[in-house]
Structure formats: structure tokens, C-alpha cells
């Protein structure tokens, strides 16, 4: 729906000049609009920084994530302790660096998960038609149907509590959202020329999917999994502090809030620096993602 | 995905309370100026409301702090102590085989309704806890919980030999009966009242002999006594009445206190006892620690059957620095199942905090390396373990310090108890809260049998087991007190267990309540109690 269909093809190429040659110009095209867009420059900024933090946590922290002082437990920020210690007397500031690293793996792993499955059902559904489509796509409401943090909860109370459930859980809590929007793109883009032609020469199905629809689809797509990070890493931190995420000694930021949050009004620091490492990371995505989906879809960047 | 904005809730939350608590501390004081009793009436701040106020069918702590006021035993705990001193007997002796137990009771006692304390009246009340049959038996609701525990298995009959008189006379021995029958739950009730309000109505209307008589019960409120004139220790009670205010939120119970609407309150939040602490106007007094909580391993685990590696993880632990970083300063270091107030005790050599004779250990025991495993645990606050989750994740950053990798474990506490039972944990923590002063009521719980399927019971050692059972069988207390304390001696040098804390569990007051003592099994004395 994005891209004009180029008319000159030829019927034996049909799919790759379109998908390099278009595809490369309406990539560098956004990739500007995306630049022009101040928030979105500040969004990636801050994604990048995170996951540099994450990257170099070990060497960045000044101490490990699980060095315990119970005779210094709850110190307020000082110059050892930038951000105060916890209620095992651990660096928060170290902490929450490791946390990066969690949560940025957390979000980005599941959501390439719920991506990649979301992404397969949805075109397959909406290409394929009928029957399938019907059988795909109530499964897919069915789960859509409950609240998402209801059913990781009753995943990850299925497989028990840890860091890999977790993904597991937040991964497949999201797969409908993928599906749809894939779906969606698909059913639109499927009685363009191009795919007609593609089909018309012999191209097998799995060709024409791959090929054609795929790459036309995409950008939708990366506009939702952009955005999803952001809901993925929410998820992630709400089972952490349910207890059902990353079990201690593990820096995980939800977890993190909720051993800390009963000292709130005695030592606030102890779960401001988790809340606020979450609330800039989902902030940054956020940016990120609406920055993306301003640049993709020129017609609703031009809004007033 | 729509998503709630997870991360602002604890904050607002947090906020939204202060406001509620500045907002309480300015609002109630005007509101109840009806609870300004002046220097006669005690006043004191429950964190929960009774559910019924006739004990022998109840085991609900909240119900025993006001029945400690109402009822008498045939003897009773000293006060502060675990210790039994005459109550309504005022001797007893047992028969040698331990199947007869003769009191002689106290003269010239009525229950509040003038009903006289007699043989007959204590009989009485015997026959309606032993025999389902009685007709004040039933009451619905409830069951007769610690008669059940304590006496069911080992009580034949009660026998009035004369006025003054009363013998029991049992099935089996039953040593521990003496210290069981110090519990609440085996209050003497007055027969008439229990006739007049059936065993059903009774719980409203509750008639002893206590320096306390009922007066009313505002459900979820409060309960007031007003002193028994004809009490039998005489001098007491020392204030006119006393009023028990139900405050179920701990915070709101302590700006209670601060603003002088309760003296003295029980169960504060661990902060509220550092702002006691200092403020000029409250004092702070202590239940003595009897509870205590330590780390279990599962024997019937191939790990643990390693008595090298159950030694080795034991001088991991570094404890003191545990119980002086975890406990507010309340607990001390335990070394031993029971705790400081009981008799029977080993007084064994404290395991020293030796990590490096732990790596050696190790390394005899073929893992030089450590080695990993799940530790479980408790999801709950214990007196004996504050804060589990904390507690646990200092043992297993310990235990990592040799290179033993304890994977946290935990689950919903119900289902804990339960799994305890089964070989799921290799390792675990738990605890116990004494009910009476009887070392039965413990090590007769902790080491009871073997048992190949439960981690719990896990430990198998005939002559432990042996000692224990004689001891609940013997009559005399000194030799009683030798077996208890040979079997502890034997299980700690096992090292079956690593006893990690007991906690003193505070009570804060207003500066001017004096006589206040607290009591282990957290039923105060309020009889002692003055308003300076």
C-alpha cells in the first residue's frame, strides 16, 4: 500500500526490482522523515545509550549486581553509591545498568518471537483466505480476548516463574497483535498488480510471499514491534514485580520495584531508580516507535 | 496493546497513602474524643478482631488477647516467662506411672456470675471439651483445635475426687500435659453461664473468673472489660477498665498511639518501632523471642545426605551479619531449635562463620567446585524470618561465595507448607512459633519419624526419635529436660538444620503505661497493667 507499483517490470522479475530498488528509496525516505522528527532523534538516542549501558554493564557498574552489604543496606545516594543501596545493602546504581540489559534483551527477544510467529501466521492467513484464515484468526482473537497481563500470568504460572518463561509468555501474548497487523497488510497488498503478475508468471506461493508481500508489509510491521518493546518490557517488569519474572538475585527493574517499594517512604531511591530506568526505556521506545510510524505513513505524519 | 501505566503505580500509591495517613492523623482524634477515658481505663490497639471470645474452641491469636483477661487455667505461664505457675490449682502431683494427675484447686474463687470454682465446675468444662457427645459441645464453626492437638489422644477422664479436688486421668502419659494446659484454649468456663447461653451463645457472652469481666463486644470495633472486684490475686487488676480497640492497618494503629487514643499497640510496622524509638512520648516493649527460623535440607537428596556438604553450607552462612542487617534489631542469632526462654535446650558450640573450612569440606567431599541446586524460600513474613525473600537471597549470595550456586526458589505459601512435605525442595527455610512452654511442642514436631517421600521429615536418626518419644512419656522434668537436650546435641552435630534467628516481636507504648509485660506466647497480662 506504501510503495507506488512500479509499471515498467518486467513479468520475469517481478518482485526484486521492485523490493530493492523502490524499497532502498522509500527506506532512505523515511529514514529522513525520521531525522526531521526531534522526539523520535531523542527516542533512538536514548536507545542507543541504553543499549550501550547494556552492552558495557560489567564494565560500567562499579560494583556487581549482587555484592550484599547488610550492615549498609538502605544508604541514600552518596558518591560510592550514586543511586543509594538497596534493602541488601547492593548498589542500585550497578543494579539498574545490569537491568538494562534485561530488559532490553527481554523486550527485544520477545518481541522478535511474537514478530517472527505473529508476522508468519498473519500472512499465511491473509493470503491463503478462507478457511484457514477463520481457523488463524479467532484463535487469534480468542487471545486477544484476555488481558494481556492476565494470560502471562497463567503462562508463566503454567511453566513456572523465571527470566526465559517470561519472554516465553510476553512473546506469545503478543503474537495476535503481529498477526493482524501482518494480516491486514497482506489482504491489501495481495490484489496489487504486482502480486497478480508475480502469480500470473509461476511464482510458487511461499516466493510470492517472501518476495512481494513480505518486504510491502514491513513497514507496518516495524512500526508495531518498535512500539511493542515498549508494551514487552512493561510486561516483563509487571511479571517481575508479581515475583513471577526474574527471580532474585537477578537486577531485573520490576522485580527490583517491588523488593523496594515497601521501603518507599524511608528510602525512595531504593525503587525510584528501577521506576525510572523502566519509565525512560518505554519512553524511548515510545518515541522511537511513533517517530517510525510518522515516517512510514507520510499521510499521517502530514496531520496538523 | 493497551498497557496500564504500570510504572506510576507505586508511587501514586504510595502518595495516595501518605495523604490518607495525614489526612487520618488530623481527622480521627477529633472523632473519638469518646475514647479519652482518663487514668483508669487501658486502652489497646488489636490488629485484628477476636472470632469468638470462648477459647476452647478457638486458636486464633486475636481471640486469646482478650480471653487472657477474662478466663483463668489450672496453672498459667509466668508472666514475660514460658515458665507455669499455679493459676486456679494451686499444687498437683502425678501418679508414677504418669496416668493420674491430681490438682488441688484454689479456695474461695467465683466466676464473675457468682458460680463457685469448685471440682464439679472444672470437670465440667473437661467433659464438654473430651466428649462430642456433651451438649455443649458443638459449636458451629468451630472445632476444639487444640484439645485435638494437645490432650484428645492421650485423655481418658476428669474425675471431682472432692470440692477442692480434681484428677485426670489418661490413657497414655502425656508429660507435656502440665505445659499444654497452660495454653488459653484450656480456660475454665462458668457451667452456669454456659447453660444459660448455650455453648453457641457463650462466645458472646463469656463468664470466668478473671480480673476481667465481659461488658461488651462491638464487632470490629472494640471489647470492653471492666475489673472483676473478687479477683483472687489480690491487689489486681491494677486499672478499672480495659477497652480493646480492633485498628487492623498497622500504620493506622501506630498514629492511634501517637495521638494518644490507644496506649499500647501491638504488631507495629518495623519503622513505626524506629519512630517509637524516638519519639519522647512512646516506649517500646518486647515479646521475648520465642520463635525461631533456620534452613532445612532435604536428606533423602543425594546433596545433602553429605554430612561434609550440610557442614560446609552451614559455616557459609554468615549469620550474624543476617540477623544484625535483617531483623531491625530484634532477632539474635540462634543455635539451637529452641530458643533461649525454653528449658530442655543442648547449649551448643555456635557454628562459627568459616567460609573457608566450608571450601575445604567441599573439596573432601568431591565438589571443589560447588555445585548447583534450588533453595527454596518462605514467601511470607515470619517474627522468626522478617523478610524472606531478603533472607534467602543473603544465604544464596553466602553459599555463592563458595561457589555453591543457590537457585532462588519460592511459591504461594499454602502450597509451600505443603511441598515441604514432599522431596520438591532440596533445601529450604521454615520455622516455628511456640505455643506453649513444653519442648514437645517443638522438637517432637521437628523430628517426630523418618520419612523416605518428605523432605521435611527427611532426617533419620532411630536414636533421636527414641529420646524424644521417652521424653513425652517421663515424668520428671529434670530427666525430661536431659533427653531433649541430648537429642538437640545430636541433630546439631549432625548438622540436620542451621538454625539462623530468633526475634523478639515488639510492642509499642505510651510512656506513661507501666506493668506491661511481654508475654512469649503474645498473650499479655493486662491485670499488672497502670496508667501512670
Known amino acids: 500500500m506504501l ?165 516465553l509468555a510476553v512473546s ?25 503478475a508475480a502469480r500470473a508468471v509461476g511464482a510458487r506461493p511461499w516466493r510470492v510471499l517472501l518476495r512481494a508481500i513480505l518486504p510491502n508489509a514491513a513497514s507496518p510491521l516495524v512500526v508495531q514491534a518498535t512500539l511493542g518493546v515498549a508494551g514487552a518490557i512493561l510486561d516483563a517488569a509487571a511479571l517481575g514485580f508479581l515475583g513471577l519474572g526474574a ?31 523502566i519509565a525512560l526505556m518505554v519512553l524511548s521506545f515510545n518515541l522511537a516507535g511513533d517517530g517510525l510510524h510518522d515516517a512510514l505513513d507520510p499521510r499521517l505524519s502530514s496531520r496538523a | 496493546m493497551i498497557k496500564p501505566p504500570r510504572r506510576t503505580r507505586h508511587p501514586v500509591t504510595a502518595v495516595v497513602i501518605a495523604v490518607m495517613l495525614v489526612a487520618g492523623a488530623i481527622v480521627v482524634p477529633g472523632s473519638v474524643t469518646g475514647w479519652a477515658a482518663g487514668p483508669t481505663t487501658f486502652i489497646w490497639g ?25 478466663f483463668n487455667l489450672l496453672v498459667r505461664a509466668k508472666p514475660g516467662r514460658t515458665e507455669i ?11 508414677p506411672d504418669g496416668l493420674v494427675w491430681t490438682f488441688t484447686l484454689r479456695r474461695g474463687v467465683t466466676f464473675h456470675d457468682g458460680t463457685p470454682w469448685n471440682a464439679e465446675a472444672a470437670k465440667f468444662n473437661f467433659d464438654r471439651m473430651a466428649d462430642e457427645k456433651n451438649p455443649y459441645h458443638a459449636v458451629k464453626g468451630f472445632d476444639y483445635e487444640y484439645w485435638g492437638d494437645f490432650m484428645a489422644d492421650s485423655f481418658k477422664e476428669a474425675r471431682a475426687v472432692d470440692p477442692y479436688t480434681l484428677q485426670l486421668v489418661l490413657k497414655k502419659p502425656n508429660a507435656p500435659l502440665l505445659y499444654n494446659l497452660s495454653i488459653i484454649a484450656f ?38 472489660l471492666v475489673a472483676n472486684p473478687s479477683y483472687f490475686r489480690k491487689g489486681l487488676p491494677k486499672t478499672q477498665r480495659v477497652i480493646m480497640r480492633v485498628i487492623k492497618d498497622n500504620a493506622a494503629r501506630f498514629l492511634a498511639l501517637k495521638a ?142 563458595i561457589g555453591i550456586r543457590a537457585r532462588l526458589q519460592t511459591e504461594d505459601w499454602a502450597a509451600y507448607l505443603k511441598d515441604r512435605k514432599t522431596n520438591k525442595f532440596p533445601m529450604f527455610m521454615i520455622g516455628w512459633i511456640g505455643d506453649n512452654g513444653d519442648p514437645d ?50 541433630v546439631m552435630a549432625d548438622y540436620r538444620d542451621v538454625p539462623i534467628a530468633h526475634a523478639k516481636v515488639p510492642i509499642l507504648m505510651r510512656k506513661n503505661v507501666e506493668g506491661l509485660v511481654g508475654q512469649p506466647d503474645a498473650n499479655e497480662y493486662m491485670e499488672t497493667v497502670e496508667l501512670k
Open chain 2, 260 to 401: 494518644g487514643e490507644v496506649h499500647a499497640i501491638e504488631l507495629p510496622n518495623t519503622d513505626d518501632v524506629k519512630a517509637a524509638q524516638s519519639d519522647p512520648n512512646l516506649k517500646v516493649g518486647f515479646r521475648p523471642p520465642f520463635n525461631t527460623g533456620w534452613v532445612r535440607f532435604n536428606m533423602n537428596n543425594t546433596l545433602f545426605k553429605d554430612k561434609r556438604i550440610r557442614e560446609a553450607v552451614a559455616l557459609a552462612i554468615n549469620r550474624k551479619a543476617i540477623v544484625q542487617g535483617l531483623y531491625a534489631g530484634f532477632g539474635e542469632v540462634a543455635n539451637e531449635h529452641m530458643p533461649p526462654t525454653m528449658w530442655g535446650r543442648a547449649n551448643v558450640k555456635p557454628i562459627p562463620y568459616d567460609p573457608d573450612r566450608a571450601k575445604k569440606l567441599l573439596a573432601e567431599a568431591m565438589y571443589p567446585n560447588g555445585f548447583s541446586f534450588d533453595f527454596w524460600y518462605i514467601p511470607v513474613s515470619r517474627p522468626y524470618f522478617p523478610s524472606g525473600k531478603e533472607i534467602g537471597t543473603a544465604i544464596a549470595s553466602d553459599l555463592g561465595k
Open chain 1, 247 to 277: 527471580q532474585p538475585p537477578t537486577p531485573e527493574w520490576g522485580a527490583m520495584l517491588s523488593d523496594s517499594y515497601k521501603y518507599l517512604l524511608t528510602a525512595f531511591w531504593a525503587a525510584l531508580a528501577p521506576g525510572a530506568a
Open chain 2, 441 to 490: 511442642d517443638w522438637l517432637g514436631f521437628f523430628f517426630p519419624k523418618y520419612d523416605p517421600e518428605n523432605a521435611y521429615l527427611s532426617y533419620n536418626n532411630p536414636a533421636v526419635f527414641d529420646l524424644i518419644n521417652k521424653a513425652k512419656v517421663t515424668t520428671s522434668q529434670a530427666e525430661r529436660a536431659k533427653m531433649y537436650a541430648q537429642a538437640e546435641a545430636m
Open chain 1, 172 to 196: 506469545i501474548v503478543n503474537i495476535p497483535v503481529y498477526a493482524r497487523v501482518a494480516r491486514a497488510s497482506t489482504l491489501a497488498i495481495k490484489e496489487h498488480e504486482y502480486v497478480v
Open chain 2, 85 to 95: 505457675e499455679p493459676d486456679l490449682a494451686t499444687s498437683w502431683s502425678v501418679s
Open chain 2, 46 to 70: 488489636k490488629a485484628g478482631d477476636a472470632d469468638t471470645l470462648d477459647n476452647q474452641v478457638s486458636s486464633n491469636g486475636e481471640t486469646s488477647e482478650v480471653t487472657t483477661q477474662i
Open chain 2, 187 to 224: 480456660q475454665f468456663n462458668s457451667p452456669a453461664a454456659l447453660k444459660k447461653y448455650g455453648a453457641q451463645g457463650f462466645g458472646q457472652h463469656p463468664v470466668g473468673t478473671g480480673p476481667y469481666k465481659f461488658v461488651e463486644w462491638v464487632r470490629d470495633d472494640h471489647i470492653t
Open chain 1, 3 to 167: 510503495s507506488s507499483t512500479p509499471e515498467s517490470v518486467t513479468p520475469s522479475a517481478v518482485a526484486r526490482p521492485r523490493a530493492r530498488a523502490a524499497g532502498r528509496s522509500t527506506w532512505r525516505l523515511a529514514a529522513r522523515r525520521f531525522w526531521r522528527n526531534a522526539n523520535a532523534r531523542v527516542g533512538f538516542a536514548l536507545i542507543v545509550f541504553f543499549a550501550l549501558v547494556a552492552v558495557a554493564a560489567p564494565r560500567i557498574a562499579p560494583e556487581g549486581y549482587d555484592q550484599e552489604n547488610l550492615l549498609g543496606r538502605l544508604k541514600p545516594p552518596s558518591a560510592a553509591h550514586w543511586f543509594g543501596t538497596d534493602e541488601l545493602g547492593r548498589d542500585v546504581f550497578s543494579r539498574v545498568i545490569y537491568g538494562a540489559r534485561i530488559s532490553m534483551t527481554v523486550g527485544l527477544v520477545a518481541v522478535a518471537g511474537a514478530l517472527g510467529s505473529g508476522a508468519v501466521l498473519g500472512i499465511a492467513a491473509g493470503y491463503t483466505g478462507g478457511r484457514l484464515d477463520g481457523f488463524v484468526m479467532r484463535i487469534m482473537d480468542v487471545m486477544l480476548a484476555f488481558p494481556s497481563v492476565i494470560l502471562a500470568i497463567g503462562i508463566v504460572a503454567l511453566r513456572g516463574p523465571g527470566l526465559n518463561n517470561t519472554i
